[in-house]
């Protein structure tokens, strides 16, 4: 098929995805007068418009990336003598079999798999090329002929146009230059946890969120109902992926930071080093869990019912083994105190059983709720609130010091504690890590709703007790743990995937290493690796498929005039423009550097983004600006996808 039956097709296929949307828009209208109750009228509105919404809101992109042919062979069992086009959602006419089949369906994970040695049935692959700009041409193909021995690999040039395409924008999906090494992780079944170590530039953020939409595709009724959340570092780093699973298709799906999805609230006050680490650290869940504990003691009375003509009684013995065995049961301590209330209640039934009564639900419920019986619990299992008791670990030495006993030091209990108590429970500040400590000792209380697949990105970053957060939410599902221990420049960063992953609660996860960049050019990617001696964390070493890329190391003068010079320079080129620095020199860059294609960026909020030219001024001093500031340096010299330049003032290191 030559390229104008191909554009003839395209044609086709845009008139079948604009049917597609008329369609759907007609069946928002017609829905409600279709569902059998106002329940499912809403529940099919909701799901016609967001199936609109998505329709509507894709972009003018490429309809299709690839092309199958299968051969006449028994390899391609079902497939025999079929030619399928691969895309980002499947598009089809009123009648017929589909123009263009989904990336994630069945089928099409041949289209990544297949090689020359292995061809599963496939003849050729076809690769098809569109201009960058909107809206988009189809501007050729190109074929591997596997049934002659012919695989392109990273040499294709369609392949390596994707890849090199300027970064404009917001993050774009992968579908088109997936690999197979990244299939393998993005199929994975919806039950099994992964750990990606990904270098730079390896693709390990899309492949999360690939694999999100493959799930959501694979097992959608399952994660409609439980959901899917995404775990990014910061609001940028959101906002940056947040277009990649719209445009593959998927719109709900969480896309949180930490802090976000464990309060609504931003953290209202900033920890010292010393109280963050010790609030930070794994030990503090078991100080919740003794404070827990201590709360609750045995009954010294027993109880006595009036119930009409009898006088209900339980021992203060039976309570007394009742609530010890409910503590052998080591149950979250909200789901105890029901369980102790459960047992009294039972009691109660017998009494009156014995007179001959039998009592019914209702009865059941009254008794669990009356005077007497909710006495005994508040005085012996007194219900929690978890911001009264971190107020009252923080404000009282020795209620802390009884639940710490053992734990923490004396210093590191001395570091928790207010030297100001606030005048009550509502009048507290909480920092970001007391959000972590509120959520544990709520999660200690009472499960958390779960999430049926959870991606989280620069796991490395989290602290144990952030780990066991988001643990809590994944006890009945499976997570996709991404990040690079060479990129952990938090203060409690992991120095490996083993220990990350048993906070996490998956143990036992695979962890699968990506080490072969297709973002960041091999001259950049080298100049940094030269970091790696200097980090105390050993990582498999990433190199880069791509041999273009600029790379300009330079001493100068006056770093500020240095930075706008490059600056200049890189505004007559096509791309996203980057400059780097210590969060100290933001402010005077702030003040020369003035353009909107240019971004003034942090150091310590570069994580997770990418540049086409990035200009990173004085390393030396974001080396310095933070203990683990190699690592730092590090993560801002790999944000670069074509061009880097580097200005110091110094000699180089």
């Known amino acids: 098929m030559d390229l104008a039956a191909e554009r003839e097709f395209l044609d086709r296929v845009k008139r079948a995805r604009a049917w597609m949307l008329d369609h759907a828009r007609m069946r928002v209208v017609t829905g409600d007068q279709v569902a059998g109750d106002r329940y499912t009228a809403e529940t099919l509105g909701r799901m016609l418009k967001s199936y609109v919404k998505e329709l509507a809101d894709e972009p003018d992109g490429a309809v299709f990336f690839g092309r199958l042919w299968f051969g006449d062979t028994e390899d391609a069992g079902d497939h025999r003598g079929q030619r399928y086009y691969i895309g980002r959602r499947r598009i089809t006419e009123e009648q017929g079999p589909p123009l263009v089949i989904d990336w994630r369906a069945p089928v099409s994970a041949l289209f990544y798999q297949a090689s020359a040695s292995d061809r599963r049935g496939v003849a050729v692959r076809r690769r098809y090329g569109w201009t960058n700009r909107t809206p988009v041409h189809l501007t050729g193909f190109e074929d591997e002929r596997l049934d002659r021995g012919e695989e392109l690999g990273t040499a294709s040039r369609l392949l390596t146009e994707e890849i090199e395409r300027p970064r404009v924008g917001p993050m774009r999906d992968i579908v088109a230059t997936i690999q197979p090494e990244q299939d393998d992780l993005v199929r994975a079944d919806l039950d099994q946890s992964l750990c990606v170590q990904g270098g730079p530039g390896t693709g390990k953020t899309a492949v999360g969120l690939h694999r999100a939409a493959y799930l959501l595709y694979a097992h959608r009724r399952q994660l409609k109902r439980t959901g899917v959340l995404v775990i990014g570092p910061n609001p940028a780093f959101l906002a940056y992926i947040s277009a990649v699973l719209p445009a593959l298709g998927e719109v709900d799906v969480q896309q949180r930071t930490l802090e976000g999805l464990l309060s609504e609230k931003a953290p209202a006050r900033v920890d010292d080093d010393a109280a963050a680490l010790v609030k930070h650290d794994a030990r503090m869940a078991e100080v919740v869990r003794r404070a827990l504990a201590g709360l609750i003691s045995a009954p010294t009375d027993g109880i006595v019912l009036p119930d009409g003509s009898y006088r209900l009684r339980v021992t203060a013995a039976t309570l007394v083994r009742e609530i010890t065995m409910v503590r052998r049961e080591e149950l979250p301590y909200g789901v105890g105190r029901e369980r102790f209330r459960t047992r009294i209640v ?29 006495a005994v619990l508040d005085a012996c299992w007194p219900k929690v609130r978890p911001e009264q008791l971190l107020h009252d670990l923080y404000a009282d030495e020795k209620f802390l010091a009884r639940a710490a006993d053992g734990i923490l030091t004396e210093k590191e209990q001395a570091a928790l504690l207010w030297t100001r108590p606030p005048r009550s429970v509502k009048s507290a500040k909480w920092t970001a890590a007391d959000l972590v400590l509120l959520d544990e000792i709520a999660g200690a209380v009472e499960h958390p709703d779960g999430f049926g697949h959870i991606v989280v990105d620069e796991a490395q970053d989290l602290s144990p007790m952030q780990c066991r957060a988001l643990a809590r939410r994944s006890r009945h599902g499976a997570l996709t743990v991404l990040g690079d221990l060479a990129q952990g420049t938090s203060p409690w960063a992991a120095a490996d995937w083993r220990a990350q992953l048993g906070h996490l609660g998956k143990p036992d996860a695979p962890i699968t290493a990506l080490t072969l960049g297709f973002r960041v050019p091999a001259v950049v990617l080298s100049y940094a690796n030269r970091l790696l001696p200097l980090m105390r964390t050993t990582v498999p070493i990433a190199r880069s498929v791509r041999g273009d890329g600029e790379l300009d190391v330079r001493r100068v003068a006056d770093p500020v005039a240095a930075a706008v010079d490059r600056v200049r320079a890189a505004l007559t080129r096509e791309g996203s423009i980057a400059v780097i620095a210590a969060d100290a020199r933001i402010a005077e860059l702030g003040a020369a550097v003035l353009d909107e ?56 290191h």
Request: no cysteine; proline share 6%; glycine share 6%.
């Open 597 to 652: 294609r240019v971004t003034l960026l942090p150091a310590t909020m570069a994580k997770g983004l990418e540049f086409d030219h990035v200009v990173v001024v004085e390393p030396a001093e974001i080396v310095a600006a933070e203990p683990r500031g190699a690592h730092r340096l590090y993560v801002v010299l790999t944000r670069a996808v074509t061009r880097l330049d580097v200005l110091h003032s110094g000699a180089e």
């Open 346 to 374: 039972a009691h109660l039934q017998r009494e009156l059983e014995y007179h001959g009564e039998s009592p019914i639900r209702k009865w059941l419920d009254k008794t669990g709720r009356s005077r007497p019986v909710v």
